[in-house]
């Protein structure tokens, strides 16, 4: 980040200003549970990296380099078949850990060191109905040092009740960027049912370091946020953001509810996922899912449709200039990333750059 005479900073998010354009050694979101169904294999390119996904013989979540070590067809083109993928062009076989079990071409007195053949094997979660994948750099092996995000709630968070994933054709970091902006509501999201637009009003939020990120401490919500008062009782929120791109939004209004996590996982330098996943424990919401659901992809489809938009813009690498304090939020992401791609290049701990501050906007 660079910054500007008069006191803004540039944020342009290319090659020249960010360390990549997305973080390695981190978990990312890979899927709902749901998507990898037993027995079947399930192709996904994150961060540039074709990746095939499966369950082994457990029923555990694997996720291994998409390419066969013989002579290279994607394994996504072959099957599942007890727990170890099969090759669909010779046949060869590799278990969820990447190695080589076998060579069906082989004779039986011919001899073949398995153990000098296998594909990159990248760590699987899963927790409260998702899968995550750590993304190391290079070959691997990979041994994730970092915990997969905590959804506060556990395993009493119940299942999800609304997924939905939005392809945003920007880089990593636009995406998140565009999540985190509290001065684009009322422009992109203005309507009836979320606030209208004349309520606009200064607001003050308290922000304090969190795990690899930063946390929109715990307040009452707006009261221009027609969406809050539905829970009813005196709704608290708060917004836990953490590296690479995920955004943890907790609702609570006495013993009901509303947890929603976002996650922007990349696809490549210019291409990302948006993965919109949304818990309640309060009952009288369940049969209103379908309402919901509607109102939660159009929301996501705002934040697309400008980011989209923005990228005719970008594509001429203008300077960005981001202001205090509306775009502090911004700025620290990018902080964050700086932070912790030198703190692994340097083999030393993240320290976090965020301070604890108040920020101040309107709208
Ligand atoms: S290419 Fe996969 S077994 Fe030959
Ligand atoms: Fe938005």
């Not at 041994?143 to 945003?168: E, K, S, V, W």
């Not at 775009?327 to 703190?343: G, H, Q, V």
């Amino acid at each position: 980040m660079q910054d500007h005479q008069d006191g803004t900073a540039d944020a342009r998010t290319g090659a020249q200003a960010g360390p990549d354009y997305a973080l390695s050694d981190l978990w990312y979101y890979a899927a709902p549970s749901r998507e990898l169904v037993p027995g079947t294999l399930l192709p996904k390119t994150i961060l540039g990296r074709d990746l095939v996904f499966g369950r082994a013989g457990d029923g555990q979540p694997f996720c291994l380099e998409d390419v066969c070590p013989h002579r290279g067809i994607p394994l996504r083109f072959g099957r599942l078949d007890g727990g170890e993928v099969e090759c669909c062009y010779h046949g060869w076989r590799l278990g969820p850990d990447g190695c080589l079990k076998a060579i069906p071409s082989l004779t039986r007195d011919q001899t073949f060191d398995f153990s000098r053949i296998n594909v990159t094997n990248f760590p699987c979660r899963e927790a409260q109905g998702n899968i995550w994948v750590w993304i190391g750099k290079g070959k691997g092996p990979f041994t994730p040092d970092i915990d997969i995000p905590a959804l506060p709630g556990g395993d009493d968070l119940g299942p999800i009740r609304i997924f939905d994933r939005q392809f945003f054709p920007c880089p990593m970091d636009q995406a998140v960027m565009g999540l985190m902006d509290p001065a684009h509501g009322p422009f992109v999201h203005a309507s009836w049912w979320w606030r209208p637009k004349k309520s606009a009003y200064e607001k003050a939020k308290a922000f304090a370091p969190s795990e690899y990120g930063f946390t929109m401490c715990r307040h009452r919500p707006s009261a221009n946020s027609r969406g809050y008062k539905l829970l009813g009782g005196a709704p608290e929120t708060e917004t836990v953001f953490r590296l690479p791109g995920i955004r943890i939004e907790e609702v609570q209004a006495g013993k009901n509810r509303v947890l929603g996590l976002t996650a922007v996982t990349p696809i490549g330098p210019n291409a990302s996922e948006v993965n919109q996943i949304v818990y309640w424990n309060v009952p009288w919401l369940t049969p209103l899912t379908p309402l919901i659901k509607h109102y939660a992809v159009r929301f996501l489809g705002q934040d697309r449709e400008i980011v989209t938009k923005q990228q005719f813009g970008l594509a001429h690498d203008p300077p960005m200039r981001l202001i205090d304090d509306a775009d502090l939020p911004a700025k620290w992401y990018l902080r964050l990333k700086w932070e912790f791609a030198r703190a692994r290049a340097d083999g030393r701990p993240f320290s976090n750059p965020v301070p604890e501050a108040t920020l101040r906007w309107r709208t």
